[in-house]
C-alpha cells in the first residue's frame, strides 16, 4: 500500500493524500450533505478507505443512486423495526425497486394495516435515536454462524448459496444485516419514507417454498419529494386498468383460466381496432401477415434454441408418444415458413408479420392485470434479409415505432440498446457485429439512447423502446432485435449475386408487444379515456323524455348504417343521469335529444369532458364524429 495517494474530488484539482484517509475525510465539510460516495464511478460508505489512486464523488439523495442508499438504508430501517416489535419473524431480504423498497418476512400471523402503522411508528424511533451504521467484513463460516446464533435461517441459507470468501454485514443498534450496500452513516439521516401495502411472496420467487409476508415501502430525500411521489400513486390508483376495465367492461378473469384475459365485446372491439391499426402500418411498411400452428414438436424448440434457455417458461404436452411445445415466441415457425423454398437475394428482405397466440408461464406472483398475463397476442413480425440490408430494416423500425407512439400520445420516450446477457447463444464475433450494427443505426439517427448492459435476448442484442405514461411510469413497448444465431441453428440460407449459399439475418420487432399489455397501459395513460378512434362506444344519444325515442332510434339507425358506434339511452330516467353514466363509461360524447332537437331534426353534442357545442344536424354530426374516428398524431383526447 503506497504512502500517498492522489485523489480528485467531485471532479477537482487532484489532491495528494496520506493513504487509508476515509471518503467522509476526503469529503470534508460536503460530507454533511453526502450520503454516501462513487469512488471510480462505484458506490461506497462515507466510512470508505481509500487506498489508491482514485475520483471521488459525494453522493446526495437528489441523485439516483443516493436515492437508491436512502431506499436501501430504509429496508434495514424497516427490518430493525419489525425484529423489535415481533422477534419471532425472521428476515430475508430487501432489496430496492422501482420507486422504492421491500423486505420480506417469515411471519406466520401475517402483517396487518395496523401492524403497517406501528412499524412506521418504531422506524420513526430509531430515526430519533440517530443510530451510527458501521460495516463489517467477515468470513462466509464466521458470519453464517452469527445469523445461526440469532435464529436467522433465511440468512444462512444465503450465505451458504453466496461463492464469496467473505461477507459483508451492516450493523445499527441491536440490529445486523447481511447486505453489501452502502448505506447512510446513521439511521438520523432517513424520515422521509411511507410503509404502502403487505402481499404474500415465496421464499426465492419459488411457489413451491414458504410463504413469507412481503412489506412494500418507498423513501424519498425530503418530505415535499415523497407527497409529491404519493400524489403520483394515488393519480396511478385512479388509473389503474383493472378496475376501470371492469368497469367500462373491457374485460375479466377467472379461476378457470388463471392470469388469462377475457375480453367483452367491447374490449374484443378495442383489441381489433388496435391490431388493424398495425395492420395499416404493415401495408405501408412492406409486411405480409401470415397464420402458424400454436402447438409446433418440441425438437424444433430444441433446435431453435427455447429448449435450453426459455423452457421454464414454456407449456408442454403429449400426443401418441410425442412431444409437444405451445409456442411462446413465432420465430422458429417463420423459420420453417422461410425454409419452405429456395430463397435468391432479390428475394430479401421477406418481412413476416403474425399476430398468432402465444402462451408463456408466468409465475402467480408476478402476473398482474394485463400487463403479465400467461396468454397474449404480440403484433410479432420478422425481417430475414442479407447483412447489408441490416441497417435500413432497423432504421424503418424505428420509423415505425416512432409513427405508431405519435398517434396514441406518448410523447415522452426512451431508447436502451440491451447487449450481450450472461446466458446467450451464438458466438462472440456475431454479438460484436450485431451489436455494432445496432448502435450504427442509432447513432446515424442521432437517437438518444442509454445501454442496458447484459440485457440482451438470448440469441442477439436489441434495441427496446419505452414510453412514459401520464404519471411518469416507464413501460417498455417495441423492440427490435438482431440474430444471427437461429438462422444458423435452423440452417436457413439465400443465394447471393455470386450463386453463394449464404446465411440471412434474422431481425425480430415489435411495435405495440403484447396488444393484452399495450392495453393495459392505454388505459392507465389516458385513465379511460379512449380517443375517438378507439373508442368501443362513440356516441351515446340520450332522450330527454320517452316523447323522441322513436327519432333517437331513427338517428342511431342513421349512424350505426354510416359505421358510427353509437348507443341509444331511451330509459325513462332523468337527463342529468343519463349524462352522468355516460360521462362514468367514458364515452366520448353524449348526443342530447330533447323536443328541440327532435323538431330541429339535429342533436346537441356535450363531449365527454363537459364542453357543449351548438346543435348539429344528424348528417353534420355524422361527419364530425368520422372526421374524428380515424388515427391521428396526438391521437388521444
Known amino acids: 500500500m503506497p504512502d500517498e495517494i492522489t485523489v480528485s474530488v467531485d471532479g477537482g484539482s487532484p489532491l495528494s493524500l496520506a493513504s487509508g484517509v476515509s471518503v467522509a475525510e476526503v469529503l470534508g465539510d460536503i460530507a454533511a450533505g453526502a450520503l454516501a460516495a462513487l469512488v471510480d464511478d462505484v458506490p461506497v ?33 424497516l427490518a430493525q423495526a419489525v425484529k423489535r416489535l415481533y422477534p419471532q419473524a425472521g428476515v430475508t431480504i430487501g432489496p430496492v425497486i422501482s420507486d422504492g423498497f421491500y423486505y420480506d418476512f417469515s411471519y406466520a400471523p401475517g402483517f396487518t394495516l395496523e401492524d403497517l402503522e406501528a412499524i412506521s411508528q418504531e422506524m420513526g424511533r430509531i430515526v430519533d435515536e440517530d443510530l451510527p451504521v458501521s460495516r463489517e467484513s467477515l468470513d462466509r463460516t464466521e458470519a453464517a454462524g452469527v445469523f445461526g446464533q440469532m435464529g436467522e435461517r433465511y440468512k444462512v441459507e444465503i450465505i451458504e448459496d453466496l461463492g464469496d470468501p467473505s461477507v459483508s454485514l451492516y450493523r445499527q443498534g441491536e440490529f445486523v444485516d447481511l447486505c453489501r450496500g ?30 413469507l409476508q412481503r412489506i412494500y415501502g418507498t423513501a424519498f430525500a425530503d418530505e415535499a419529494a415523497l407527497s ?19 368497469r367500462l367492461g373491457l374485460f375479466s378473469f377467472h379461476p378457470e383460466a388463471p392470469a388469462t384475459p377475457f375480453f367483452g365485446p367491447d374490449g374484443a372491439w378495442l383489441y381489433n381496432r388496435l391490431a388493424d391499426y398495425i395492420r395499416g402500418l404493415y401495408r405501408r411498411y412492406g409486411y405480409d401477415e401470415v397464420i402458424t400452428p400454436q402447438v409446433l414438436d418440441e425438437e424444433l424448440w ?5 429448449y435450453d434457455n426459455y423452457r421454464d417458461n414454456m407449456y408442454f404436452t403429449e400426443v401418441n408418444g410425442r412431444r409437444f411445445a405451445v409456442k411462446p415466441m413465432n420465430c422458429p415457425a417463420h423459420c420453417l415458413m422461410f425454409s419452405e423454398e429456395t430463397r435468391s437475394y432479390r428475394d430479401l428482405p421477406i418481412r413476416l408479420a403474425d399476430f398468432g397466440r402465444l402462451h408463456r408461464y408466468e409465475r402467480s406472483g408476478v402476473v398482474h392485470g394485463l400487463t403479465r398475463v400467461r396468454s397474449f397476442s404480440q403484433d410479432d413480425a420478422h425481417i430475414f434479409c442479407t447483412p447489408e440490408q441490416i441497417s435500413d430494416e432497423v432504421a424503418a423500425v424505428v420509423g415505425m415505432v416512432n409513427e405508431a407512439y405519435d398517434v396514441f400520445g406518448f410523447e415522452q420516450r426512451r431508447v436502451y440498446l440491451s447487449t450481450k446477457p450472461a446466458k446467450a447463444i451464438g458466438d462472440d464475433v456475431s454479438w460484436e457485429t450485431a451489436e455494432s450494427k445496432l448502435r450504427e443505426v442509432l447513432d446515424e439517427l442521432t437517437a438518444d439512447y442509454s445501454v442496458n448492459a447484459g440485457d440482451g435476448a438470448f440469441y442477439g442484442p436489441k434495441i427496446d423502446f419505452c414510453v412514459l405514461d401520464a404519471v411518469g411510469r416507464e413501460w417498455q413497448l417495441g423492440t427490435v432485435q438482431l440474430d444471427f444465431s437461429m438462422p444458423e441453428r435452423l440452417d436457413l440460407s439465400y443465394i447471393d449475386s455470386g450463386g453463394r449459399s449464404r446465411r440471412p439475418v434474422m431481425v425480430h420487432r415489435a411495435v405495440l408487444g403484447s396488444i393484452e399489455r399495450f392495453i393495459g397501459i392505454l388505459i392507465e395513460h389516458t385513465a379511460g379515456d379512449l380517443p375517438m378512434w378507439l373508442a368501443p362506444c362513440q356516441v351515446i344519444l340520450a332522450t330527454v323524455t320517452e316523447k323522441q325515442n322513436e327519432y333517437a332510434e331513427g338517428v342511431a339507425a342513421r349512424l350505426k348504417d354510416a359505421g358510427v358506434r353509437v348507443r341509444a339511452d331511451l330509459r325513462n330516467e332523468k337527463l342529468g343521469f343519463k349524462i352522468r353514466e355516460a360521462q362514468q363509461a367514458k364515452i366520448p360524447v353524449v348526443a342530447v335529444i330533447g323536443d328541440r332537437e327532435k323538431e330541429a331534426g339535429t342533436v346537441a353534442p356535450r363531449l365527454r369532458g363537459g364542453e357543449k357545442n351548438e346543435a348539429l344536424a344528424v348528417d353534420d354530426f355524422k361527419n364530425w364524429v368520422l372526421e374524428r374516428s380515424q388515427p391521428t398524431v396526438g391521437g388521444v383526447s
Open 182 to 211: 452502502p448505506h447512510v452513516p446513521s439511521t438520523g439521516r432517513l424520515g422521509a419514507f411511507k410503509l404502502t401495502h403487505v402481499a404474500g411472496a415465496y421464499w426465492r420467487g419459488d411457489e413451491n417454498n414458504e410463504m
Open 228 to 246: 409529491a411521489h404519493l400524489e403520483r400513486l394515488e393519480e396511478a390508483r385512479k388509473r389503474d386498468h383493472r378496475v376501470l376495465g371492469k
Open 302 to 306: 430444441r433446435r431453435s434454441g427455447h
Open 45 to 77: 460508505d462515507l466510512s470508505y478507505k481509500l487506498e489508491t489512486d482514485c475520483r471521488v464523488a459525494s453522493l446526495s439523495g437528489a441523485t439516483e443512486a443516493g436515492l437508491e442508499v436512502i431506499r436501501h438504508s430504509t429496508a434495514h430501517l
